[in-house]
Each structure stands twice: as C-alpha cells, then as structure tokens.
C-alpha cells in the first residue's frame, strides 16, 4: 500500500512539472448483477447460444422461495445493456417489480450475428427480402429452442416466476415476438415489439394473429408495439395496420397497446419502446398505478372529457356531453348516467331513471344502457367505478352505465328520461387501464 501511494504521488508530481498526461492502465467495463454462460449446443437445431443474465437488487439477499418474473431478449448482444438498465429504472419507479432479464445471444469465435439473426428470427422465407447467399425463414427451430431449451435452463438455474414470461425484441427481433405471441400462446404473457419487420411475408404475422382470432381461444397477453415515425414505410404502414386490426378483433384477454414516437428513427427509439413496453407489459404488477392506455403514461381512471351535470326533462331537453378519444387504438371506457344515486349526495331532484346513449360522429348510435345492473357485465362496471375513483351506485337502481371499446373519434354522451319524469342528471366517461 505504501508504495502504490508513492508511485501515485510520484506521477502527480511529474505531471505538473511536464504538463504531459500520464497513461495509465485501464479496465474495460462491466455490468453490475450479471453474468455470462454459454449453453449446451442445443438438440433443435444445432447452433451455439449464450445468454447475459441480469439480476436485480434483491436477488442475492432475498428469501429462498422468493421469485422472479423474467424478461427475455432477442438479440442480446446489442440490446441487453439498455434493457436491464430500463428494467431497474422502471422498477425504482414502482411501475414494474424486479426483475430477471435474460439476453440471448451466439456463442463461437465472432459469430456472424447479422446472418445468424436472420436465419432465426424469421418466420418463413420472404422471395421479396431473399437475396442470394441470405438465409432466413427458421423462427419455428429458433422459437422451439427458447421453449424447450432456454426457457427450462433459466428456470432451473434461476429463482424465476414461470408464471410471468416478458418476450422483447426490435426489427427482426420485433417480427419474431409478434410471431410467438400468435404460434403458441401461453408461452409469455408480456410481449414488446419495438419497430418489427411486420412487412415480412406480406404481413404474415398479420394473418396468424386473424387465423388464432378465428378460434375464439383467450390469450391471456399483454402486447405492445412500438415504432418510429422515421422508420421506413413499410414498417409505419404494417405496424399501424397490424396494432388497428387485432385492437378490432377482440381477441378474449388480450391487452394491446401501440405507440408511433414521433421524431425517432429504426434504432434510436429502442430504449423509448423497450422501456415503455415493459411498463406497460408489467402495469397489472405495479405498485404504483399510473399507466393508462398510452402504455405507461396515463393515470388511471383519468377523465378523459366529460363530467357535466344538467336537468333533464321530456322529449328533447336531454343532457349532453362529448368525448374525444385520441391516438392509434380503440380505449375503453366508463360512460355513466347517474340519477338516483344523487340523491344522497344532497341533489333534491334527482332524475328517476336516465339512460345513457354513446353517438359517434355520423349520428349511429354505438353503445346504450337503460339500468347498469340489466347491462352485459354489471360485475365489471361496479370494478371499473372502484378502479376510476367514481361513487358507487346502489345494487339494483335505475342508473345507467357501461363500458365500450370506442375507436378514435369524437362521441356524444346523450342522457334521457326513459318514463319521461325530469330531473337532474351527471354525465361521466372515464378511460380505462387496458
């Protein structure tokens, strides 16, 4: 130790005697809580893979059955890094718990990764994209890997939650976890496409997402995509295309949330996406509630426009009110007509039986309710009202409520009296968590 100080004082001393800079010796980098290791060759189809785990704060000290949710990564070799990073930063938030990330990667001598990622993360051969000497077209092999191989490994090396699997990739990456999302569902609950090659094949993941939404089955998945409005246009077009169709197909369970970054471009807006996607992803396990349908930066329960109170009488002395439902995606919403449950809120005249009818744009009647607990799901109106902040109306009484998925636009929340009776009346719409 003593000598270590004098050669330090030393090299000071000579420093600003010459002016000149001293190299000194220099160590590369290294991540915190992580480790490398390369697998077994695997048996599905022959190819050496490594993976870069990350481990969050608690990891080591935290109880033997304590366990992790886990979020696994295409192309680790790139992205790894900025998603670890992004996962702790979002869980010191409170709007994600801890964390496993898994990134997987190519083993051997400087593996070809531009190659090897198109042979795996492609489902299918594209006769537009294929060039001579380019192979691509093995997500199936790739895909059977990660279920079969990687996904057990991890899980019983690790002190991992199989019950929560986050899949998250870009580009390629992107095209491959929209690809797995749809050939086996169940596998991850959380998917983040950031800028996916959806034009591949001529929108083939497209047509598997239309293919599984004809069996009617549940999916139980919470997906996001994201893209640049500087990616190119066949990216832009596809990834719209892709978010506005499955949003109408209203497959069972399924959350999807889509988001077009203004000012990015194909790379530059990864760490955007991936740290958006994963809050939204992880919304449901948050402890700080503060994601809404625009993945993780609305409140819930947020009042969208309208809450207006108003007389209503006979014929056309109705209470109106109006929404605007903005971006990419359809939002669910509360619309209530509150009548009788004012009045032990102090309303002396409260209207005895509104009904409440939602009118787009073009004067068609989308969604009405004459008595909330007559509707489709009185069960999730009473749920949404809690998760809202909104009073409770009395089991059995005349108010009206429900809940509708509304495409962008603008809507016209239209109160009447259905016995013709008058009476004061509140209009309230309210978005929903997805």
Same mark, same amino acid.
Not at 181 to 193: E, K, S, W
Not at 276 to 288: I, K, T
Not at 338 to 363: I, K, M, N, W, Y
Not at 390 to 409: C, E, K, R, T
């Given at each position: 130790?003593? %000598? ?108 070809? %990764? ?77 998917? %983040? ?129 109006? %929404? ?111």
């Amino acid at each position: 130790m003593t %000598v270590s100080i004098t050669l330090i004082r030393f090299a000071s001393v000579l420093l600003l005697l010459t002016g000149t800079a001293i190299q000194v010796a220099a160590e590369p980098y290294q991540m915190p809580k992580s480790e490398v290791l390369a697998l077994p060759q695997t048996s599905a189809n022959g190819r050496d893979y490594i993976v870069y785990v990350s481990f969050p704060l608690t990891y080591e000290t935290s109880r033997p059955d304590r366990r992790y949710p886990v979020i696994y990564l295409c192309d680790g070799y790139w992205d790894f890094p900025p998603v670890a990073y992004a996962a702790d930063y979002i869980r010191r938030d409170g709007h994600a718990p801890e964390a496993i990330v898994v990134g997987i990667g190519y083993g051997g001598t400087d593996p070809d %990764v531009g190659r090897l990622r198109q042979w795996d993360l492609t489902p299918g051969n594209d006769p537009v994209y294929d060039a001579p000497g380019t192979v691509t077209g093995h997500a199936e092999e790739f895909l059977t890997v990660i279920a079969t191989e990687i996904i057990p490994f991890v899980e019983s090396t690790y002190k991992v939650d199989p019950g929560f699997r986050v899949l998250a990739g870009n580009s390629f990456g992107g095209l491959f976890v929209l690809y797995a999302a749809f050939q086996r569902p169940g596998l991850f609950q959380g998917i %983040v496409a950031s800028s996916p090659a959806l034009d591949w094949r001529n929108e083939y993941v497209l047509d598997r997402a239309l293919q599984f939404a004809e069996s009617g089955a549940p999916m139980n998945t919470r997906i996001y995509v994201g893209w640049a409005s500087g990616d190119e246009a066949g990216i832009t077009t596809t990834c719209l295309r892709f978010s506005q169709t499955v949003a109408a197909l209203g497959i069972p369970r399924l959350r999807l949330a889509a988001r077009m970054i203004e000012g990015g471009g194909h790379s530059g807006t990864k760490p955007e996406n991936f740290t958006r996607g994963l809050r939204f992803v992880f919304a449901p396990q948050a402890w700080v509630p503060t994601v809404g349908l625009d993945p993780g930066y609305g409140q819930i329960g947020k009042l969208i426009n309208v809450s207006t109170r108003g007389w209503v009488g006979a014929g056309e002395r109705v209470l109106i009110g109006g %929404v605007v439902v903005s971006g990419i995606l359809p939002k669910r919403m509360l619309v209530r007509a509150a009548g009788p449950s004012l009045g032990p809120l102090g309303v002396t005249t409260p209207l005895a039986d509104p009904r409440v009818r939602v009118v787009d744009s073009d004067g068609v009647t989308v969604a009405t309710n004459d008595d909330w607990g007559d509707g489709s799901d009185p069960a999730a109106v009473t749920t949404a009202s809690s998760e809202t902040g909104a009073f409770a109306f009395a089991a059995g009484s005349s108010d009206a409520a429900l809940i509708a998925q509304l495409a962008p636009g603008t809507y016209t929340l239209v109160v009447d009296s259905v016995s013709g009776a008058e009476g004061v009346a509140l209009v309230e719409a309210y978005e929903l968590r997805p």
